[in-house]
């Protein structure tokens, strides 16, 4: 996937679910996968061209492994000339060594948001950008079915009432796909996730289930993600079409 391609789907997203206002300050969440540098490069893009200005600055949230090297991605933020800040946690430590938790993942989500967006708060954002993918969204829809027995999957836009935060995401129209084309057209330098659950979650199940539904029933996928934008789920913005 071109850049232009990814400009175009994110601006769809922008637009369709007004997600960007005229002096926004946007803290971008980059994990270091190739989700979160290719919005990093949406966003920058877009900014030169999109009618209602705004400013971004890229955070991460450093979970305190060792060997985490951070700097190709520091690199990359001052090619692009935007800000980056690294938040120093002891997340991985109290996570697995002294909660020594089952099931990690939850815990750990709510803790590195918690730090973002508090660096987000201190920064000045009054928004924060998550690099949630198509694939990420029909994936929670599954989750939510199977697990808790309901249609539910996370909004494009939500606002966070208790940090006067609004979030956004604006890759949900890109699929998995074009985001590994557009990471090896363009040598993102990604940082591999040195967590130890990686590739263990309930995520990874419904990953390879959506992976093999679309196998078996081609073009599966690309209804389901119909359905979610047109079940009229609790909590979503309404969609505007142009």
Request: aromatic letters at 10%.
């Amino acid at each position: 996937m071109k850049l232009q391609q990814l400009l175009s789907y994110t601006r769809k997203a922008v637009d369709e679910y007004q997600m960007i206002q005229e002096g926004d300050a946007i803290a971008v969440g980059i994990s270091g996968g190739k989700d979160s540098l290719a919005m990093l490069y949406a966003l920058q893009g877009l900014r030169r061209f999109y009618p209602n200005h705004f400013d971004i600055h890229a955070i991460t949230v450093s979970l305190g492994y060792e060997g985490f090297d951070l700097s190709p991605i520091r690199s990359l933020c001052e090619e692009l000339e935007v800000p980056y800040t690294v938040i120093d946690t002891e997340i991985a430590r109290i996570i697995f060594d002294e909660r020594k938790e089952d099931n990690p993942c939850s815990l750990c989500a709510k803790m590195r948001k918690g730090a973002f967006n508090q660096e987000a708060k201190r920064i000045g954002c009054n928004k924060v950008a998550y690099a949630h993918h198509k694939d990420d969204i029909i994936e929670t829809m599954l989750l939510s079915l199977i697990f808790e027995g309901r249609f539910h999957s996370f909004s494009p836009l939500t606002y966070l009432d208790r940090m006067d935060l609004t979030v956004i995401r604006p890759l949900m129209f890109v699929d998995e796909a074009d985001v590994i084309g557009f990471k090896n057209k363009y040598a993102l330098p990604t940082v591999k996730n040195p967590c130890p659950a990686d590739g263990y979650t309930k995520r990874e199940y419904a990953k390879k289930l959506l992976r093999q539904l679309n196998l078996e029933n081609p073009g599966v996928k690309e209804r389901m993600f119909s359905a979610i934008l047109n079940g009229n789920i609790a909590g979503w913005p309404p969609r505007i079409l142009r």
